[in-house]
């Protein structure tokens, strides 16, 4: 190639500064085609599965969970198999090191968010300032938002009522919907209303980007995964959902900078009139304290990410979970009246207080039953930071990335594994929230997830005025979900409809506060 290049340049005209650019685009190439080639090369002495007909890349990314059972299913009880993924190859481990992959310290979460997520690129700073090192995140929900459940809860109240009376409406008529928007902005509006409190929490404009931000970011990594790493750096910037993903941004900023000054200016003037500016609790607040406590500089574009990265774990947990909730409903009836008595005892009798949130027991086992007929097979994505010998003495080398088996339908720990079973947990005394190597839902260990404790309440909160006020079923043309997969992971389908009709509830939810 470099004597193509020459033998085009006149002698007359070669000038040091033509060779040296040549060069220099010569060993990037050369660089980043090494690069691609030894990531993408697997992993020596370790089964590649692939299903018939596929290469092992399309076999991961359109058809995950069978290439998983398939690795199962056709290597020996505890061998490690490799899948090929979009960013290059991983080991996939059996369950049983769950535990072990858990709390090492030197299998890193970030580094593989990094890697999948695509981070590096503009637009999606708002998962990229979760894995850069910083703390503030997860110490912001530990020490701020989890402590301020019990304040938090009567907003979520409110807003679940409203929210719900302006999305479902009050039609005592059978009405189809494509139940993913609709959630989405329920949910929507519930976080926003903890993140960022009134009035931005029912602006319109800032709802919107909340939850294109969290469709985009998903789908411009996966989009970005599909593409060769050489052009990456190029392609991106025309990517459409990648465009959309940058303009989000840009948006937020608008409105949470202008927030800010807004929240800034009216400090100001209560300080000059000798008076002290109330505290406020919601995330803007709580991450701007817990910055200054830890002496970390925060500037208001950080603050804007931070914001989305809150918001993305939010919207997308909890409308995940709420849509897969209804339909686990619409497929087992007989357990509808049983929640509902539930709610009406427990929220009927003390209000919405912490304690009648906890009490909700057939609730917990119901959403963690949910959960686990809802997850891929595969969890806890890490990246070797160093070489790591386990425990039976398996050694994983520095850089290697490495996935675990989850046992959600494992017979041993669940009998009749593939029957819905609502009081699945009731009996085994486990609330929705409970990690475990068993149930890998919200994570293990070290990078368990520290905002279930806002989801579950958010959830439970929000499935009791929707279980009371409405009743609900299939839509007869579309009939059950067909999830959509994305990498080994099932994702409700935006398509799917459920119906609903109005019904009147037994206590007054918007009330029961005290």
């Not at 994505?381 to 850089?399: E, F, H, M, W």
């Not at 029957?419 to 009996?427: N, P, S, T, W």
Request: glycine share 6%.
């Amino acid at each position: 190639m470099a004597v193509l290049l020459l033998d085009n340049i006149s002698s007359d005209h070669i000038s040091l500064h033509a060779l040296i650019a040549v060069a220099l685009l010569l060993t990037y190439i050369a660089f980043k085609t090494y690069n691609i080639y030894t990531k993408n090369r697997p992993y020596p002495d370790v089964p590649l599965v692939a299903l018939p007909g596929k290469t092992p890349k399309d076999s991961w990314i359109k058809y995950g969970n069978e290439t998983i059972k398939l690795g199962l299913e056709t290597t020996a009880d505890n061998q490690p198999f490799q899948i090929m993924t979009g960013t290059g190859p991983k080991i996939v481990l059996r369950n049983r090191y769950a535990d072990e992959v858990a709390r090492h310290k030197d299998l890193s979460f970030s580094e593989n968010i990094r890697v999948d997520l695509m981070v590096h690129y503009p637009g999606f700073e708002g998962i990229a300032v979760g894995v850069s090192g910083s703390t503030l995140t997860r110490d912001t929900i530990n020490r701020k938002l989890t402590q301020s459940l019990g304040l938090v809860t009567e907003d979520l109240v409110e807003e679940a009522t409203d929210s719900i009376h302006d999305i479902f409406g009050e039609s005592s008529e059978w009405r189809s919907t494509k139940i993913k928007a609709d959630i989405q902005q329920m949910v929507s509006r519930l976080s926003s209303r903890v993140f960022l409190g009134k009035p931005l929490c029912r602006n319109q404009r800032w709802l919107d980007i909340a939850k294109d931000y969290t469709v985009h970011i998903f789908n411009a990594a996966r989009d970005l995964r599909a593409i060769s790493s050489l052009v990456r750096p190029v392609k991106h910037w025309f990517v459409p959902n990648c465009r959309a993903l940058r303009k989000d941004v840009k948006d937020a900023k608008a409105l949470i900078s202008g927030e800010v000054a807004r929240r800034e200016a009216a400090a100001r003037a209560l300080l000059a009139q000798g008076k002290k500016p109330p505290k406020k609790a919601d995330a803007i607040a709580w991450f701007v304290e817990t910055a200054q406590e830890s002496g970390e500089n925060l500037s208001v574009d950080d603050l804007v990410y931070y914001q989305l990265g809150l918001t993305i774990a939010a919207i997308h947990t909890t409308t995940e979970a709420t849509c897969q909730a209804l339909q686990h409903l619409c497929e087992n009836p007989q357990y509808i009246q049983p929640l509902r008595d539930e709610i009406i005892q427990k929220v009927g009798e003390h209000g919405w207080a912490k304690t009648s949130l906890y009490q909700l027991r057939l609730m917990d086992s119901f959403l963690k039953e949910s959960q686990r007929h809802s997850r891929g097979l595969s969890s806890l994505q890490r990246v070797a930071t160093s070489d790591i010998v386990l425990s039976d003495s398996y050694t994983i080398k520095r850089g290697t990335r490495i996935a675990l088996v989850s046992s959600f339908m494992d017979e041993k720990n669940y009998p009749d594994p593939f029957r819905f079973d609502a009081h699945r947990f009731l009996e085994k005394r486990e609330q929705y929230v409970t990690v475990s190597a068993q149930h890998l839902g919200f994570g293990l260990g070290l990078h368990a997830c520290p905002g279930r404790f806002f989801v579950a309440n958010e959830l439970k909160i929000a499935l009791a005025h929707l279980l009371l006020k409405y009743d609900w079923s299939f839509d007869p043309e579309k009939g059950r979900n067909q999830a959509i997969e994305m990498e080994g992971q099932p994702m409700w389908n935006p398509e799917s409809k459920l119906r609903y009709k109005r019904r009147k509830e037994e206590i007054d939810l918007s009330l029961v506060t005290q």
